[in-house]
């Protein structure tokens, strides 16, 4: 999964903006810096606690235009970011989630949607792809 920035440059430095998200911002010295620092913005800013009610966009496949940077989200954060918004947009609890998903407990689903936790074998992702159709796998790891 990738967003994307416009980069601008300021006299000798740069700063670039998401093109999707509005308000993520960031800024470097040199186009390596802020190509670092594009990355780690977009991870902090998609990096939502789980009991965030606010639904993002998905990144455009494709933004055409001068100075455009794509940028990859960590699989992790994409993953817990994507779920999130898929569970957010069925206008489901995570508890009716995990229960459709055949969980025994809540904390089981929660940790799909946590960054930090997120790791889920082979079967579970099956069992999200029959919670939610849409839920593409490929897109989460496209760089």
Known sequence: MHYHFKVHKEGRSHWAECVELRGCYT????????QKNMKEALNLFLDEP?????????????????????????PRIALAFCLRQLRLSHHMTQ?????????????????????????PEFSTLLQIK???????VDELLSA
Do not use: C, H, W
């Open 95 to 119: 508890k009716e989630v995990a229960n459709k998903m055949g969980f025994k407990n809540l904390y089981s689903y929660q940790r799909l949607e946590s960054s930090k936790t997120a790791n």
């Open 27 to 34: 800024q470097g010295v040199s186009m390596e810096g802020l």
């Open 50 to 74: 789980a009991e965030s009610k606010l639904v993002l966009p998905l990144p455009k496949q494709m933004v055409k235009g001068k100075n455009i940077v794509r940028i990859s989200v960590e």
């Open 130 to 136: 029959k919670v939610f159709p849409e839920f593409d």
